[in-house]
């Protein structure tokens, strides 16, 4: 397994920090859940969308947020090597860029797999149909991907803890809010519309692209954290 | 060409049933007249080839073709034997009523489509050898037709006369009815139904026979009930004064007040929505809260990045999310059931109240559902709706989904009885109760004004406070079953009857016996009882 992603994920799952993290996000999930639990589960206005919606919504926001947070360290977890540090590894450009975009897919996988009990009850104590939350976790993973991908090169590429706070927080606000904003045509570019149209009609050839955009989008940050290491070691002591 | 073999066989088979079986409608309402959307008695014979124990079921379709409603009766039939069976039904159309079926064993035995029935408004009901001699008068009452019936075809169910205006009863061979049929018209004249008894020549005997003499003696003043006791000591219809103009008056005084009106639904007292029971959060809770803290400890051991502990947590997952699976259903299941406001409302004079009930079905899951009313308590859906209500010892309604709605009536024992004295020193009330259950929340209703009291056992002897009255149109919001509180006192002011009694008892009961069974699970077993308090002596 790629050296960079093991230590990744190594932390991730086994640092105190790391813990109360995955902790925190089944915690709000449950709460979600049981919070939302309604007062009579066969009333038919509690069948409707908006409420398979949320939970999904729930699931995108924190499982990118925690993906990319991590990546980016606002969210530090004691002993996760950043891109500077890296930096001064033997490991090639391409094994830690690699490795960076492997621990945020893994990590948002093992987020979506932890959760995929609480949000399956979730859905199906209102007989709501469970293939929605299939094709959202799919989707789930490519977007948190592609955040987790970005926030590492953030991480790397502003040295100012403000300045990567910042951007990082732009990056999520357009790809989770930004996009919603784009006409009509463009709606599947937004993971929560893209959820709605799933909800509504089912699975479209859209899903597909969508998820395959954020992975594209994923493949350019990875690309991006190879140049910035190599760019890094080009300028040794500039960084 | 074996397959073939088969599928010729089966549909052979399925078209003449072993056996065979035929259906003859042996009556249908009172004389072939019934009202649209009423309770309609309807007697079916059966005659099998060989023994059948099954259901004979009359499918009924509303005037749009959809929904059907399908109402039964249990019928076990030795080979040969003719059985009659009643089956209580309501029908929408006059000129194709309905199809009536024997079904058993999931098999469809025989069909017969019933005859069109005769559309009234109300029926008169006779059971005279002769003429009455009335028939003009009736027909100048409204939409109301004279059916002569025979004593055996009088139903064994109350709410099977919801169309009868008025009973007279002329002739009548104490032998040819069952108690059953006894009890029926009873009931039937206890819930607000009007009789009038009379001699046939100069034979009286009847008058004083099992069915009619009761319903004298407990008369007071010509009411028994809700109901009417009318008794005329001379013979109307005798063949040598029959048609007297004399008479004419009499009979629309007997006429002008015939059927009672029908009470308003109890539909807006039926609680709002159906609680998940607070078991299910119990245990949603505590599995989620295993599940966070074995996650944790999985979760260091996936960090190993071994075969075995990714697969232990890929096994992890998969349990987990069976469980939640599982546990969804079970929590759907358990937050299944019915909804519903009972009230029983003493009949005066009888020592039993009358029961109604409006219910709705939640049912989460949306799957098929059965359901039990209690003896006696005849459901429709209200409004019609494809469901199948087969009436026998017990009442079966199964259907499929949720938003069924149900209403049904029945008598039931209320051995409950109050006195109140109003004296100097105030007002205090006495309560008996041989019911064997406790009055819950009791409340004193007094002119439009309400008291709580404290909860009621065998007997209870209350001083009414005069500073705790409050108007009975204010109740508190938060007062548990609100809507139905609200609803009955609302009646007691706006009833025809009942506002004439000032003074009530209204409580609660609990008693499984009356309530709808779900599942084998008693739901919503309160009801809600009325209760008149009588000045002491």
Not at chain 2, 38 to 63: E, K, M, N, Q, S
Not at chain 2, 164 to 175: A, G, I, S, Y
Not at chain 2, 245 to 261: H, I, N, Q, R, Y
Request: positive net charge.
């Amino acid at each position: 397994m790629n050296p960079v992603a093991r230590g990744d994920l190594v932390v991730r799952l086994t640092s105190a920090r790391g813990l109360r993290a995955q902790t925190v996000y089944l915690a709000v999930c449950s709460a979600f859940l049981l919070l939302s639990l309604p007062p009579e589960i066969g009333r038919l206005d509690l069948r409707d969308a908006n409420l398979l919606l949320a939970v999904l919504a729930v699931q995108i926001v924190a499982v990118t947020y925690l993906s990319s947070a991590m990546a980016s360290s606002e969210l530090a977890i004691e002993g996760e090597k950043g891109l500077p540090d890296l930096a001064l590894s033997a490991f090639s450009p391409g094994v830690i860029a690699l490795g960076k975009m492997l621990s945020s897919a893994l990590y948002a996988g093992y987020l979506l797999a932890i959760g995929l009990p609480i949000f399956m009850l979730g859905a199906a104590l209102r007989g709501a149909p469970l293939a929605p939350i299939a094709w959202t976790t799919f989707l789930s993973l490519a977007v948190a991907t592609s955040a987790g991908v970005w926030g590492a090169w953030f991480g790397g590429r502003f040295a100012s803890d403000f300045t990567r706070s910042v951007m990082h927080w732009l990056f999520l606000g357009i790809i989770l809010g930004g996009t919603a904003l784009l006409p009509e045509t463009w709606w599947p570019a937004n993971p929560f519309r893209a959820t709605i149209v799933l909800i509504r009609d089912g699975w479209t050839p859209w899903w597909l692209a969508t998820a395959a955009v954020y992975l594209g989008l994923a493949g350019v940050g990875t690309v991006l954290v190879g140049r910035f290491i190599t760019f890094a070691r080009s300028h040794e002591g500039g960084v | 060409m074996t397959f073939l073999a088969v599928v010729a066989w089966a549909a052979l088979g399925s078209a003449q049933p072993v056996g065979g079986a035929t259906l003859a409608v042996a009556g249908l309402g009172f004389d072939g007249h019934a009202r649209l959307g009423a309770w309609t008695p309807v007697w079916i014979d059966v005659t099998a080839g060989t023994d059948v124990d099954g259901t004979v079921v009359i499918d009924v379709p509303t005037p749009t073709g959809q929904p059907v409603v399908r109402y039964g009766a249990p019928v076990r039939a030795a080979a040969g034997a003719p059985v009659r069976v009643f089956v209580p039904a309501i029908f929408f159309e006059s000129r194709t009523p309905g199809t009536v079926h024997l079904e058993a064993a999931g098999h469809r035995l025989a069909s017969q489509p019933l005859p069109r029935v005769r559309p009234v408004d109300e029926i008169v009901v006779v059971l005279s050898s002769e003429p009455l001699g009335a028939e003009a008068t009736v027909a100048r009452t409204g939409r109301v037709d004279v059916a002569y019936v025979a004593a055996e075809m009088l139903p064994p169910v109350w709410q099977t006369y919801e169309a009868v205006r008025l009973l007279v009863v002329r002739t009548l061979d104490e032998r040819r009815l069952d108690d059953a049929q006894r009890i029926a018209v009873r009931d039937w004249v206890w819930t607000g139904g009007r009789i009038l008894m009379m001699p046939e020549g100069d034979d009286t005997r009847h008058l004083s026979g099992p069915t009619l003499g009761p319903l004298r003696r407990d008369a007071r003043a010509g009411r028994l009930g809700r109901g009417h006791v009318i008794v005329w000591t001379r013979d109307p219809a005798d063949p040598s004064v029959r048609g007297n103009a004399a008479d004419v008056p009499a009979w629309e005084t007997v006429l002008e007040a015939g059927a009672v009106g029908a009470a308003p639904s109890l539909e807006p007292a039926v609680p709002a929505g159906r609680p998940v029971p607070l078991r299910v959060h119990l245990v949603a809770g505590a599995m989620i809260l295993l599940y966070v803290l074995l996650v944790r400890r999985v979760s260091r051991f996936l960090a190993l990045l071994q075969p075995v502990p990714v697969a232990t947590f890929v096994v992890m997952v998969l349990v987990a999310t069976a469980a939640a699976v599982r546990l969804s259903v079970l929590a759907r299941r358990d937050a299944s059931g019915v909804v519903s406001a009972t009230m029983v409302e003493m009949l005066p004079g009888t020592g039993h109240g009358l029961l109604r009930l409006h219910a709705r079905v939640v049912s989460s899951h949306g799957g098929a559902f059965a359901i039990t009313a209690p003896p006696g308590v005849l459901v429709r859906p209200a409004p019609p709706a494809s469901v199948t209500i087969v009436t026998g010892p017990t009442v079966q309604i199964s259907g499929q989904g949720a938003g069924l709605q149900l209403s049904g009536v029945a008598v039931v024992p209320l051995p409950v009885s109050g006195t109140y004295h109003a004296g100097a020193g105030g007002v205090s009330i006495r309560i008996t109760n041989r019911s064997g259950r406790r009055i819950e929340h009791p409340w004193v209703y007094m002119d439009s004004r309400v008291q709580m009291i404290a909860p009621i056992g065998e007997s209870a002897q209350v001083s009414l406070d005069a500073s705790r009255w409050q108007p009975a149109d204010r109740l508190q919001r938060t007062e548990p079953h609100h809507p139905l509180l609200v609803w009955t006192f609302l009646r007691l002011e706006s009833d025809a009857i009942l506002r004439g009694t000032r003074n009530w008892l209204v409580g609660w009961w609990r008693d499984p016996a009356l309530a709808l069974m779900w599942d084998g699970r008693p739901e919503a077993p309160l009801q809600l009882i009325l209760v008149p308090l009588s000045a002491s002596p």
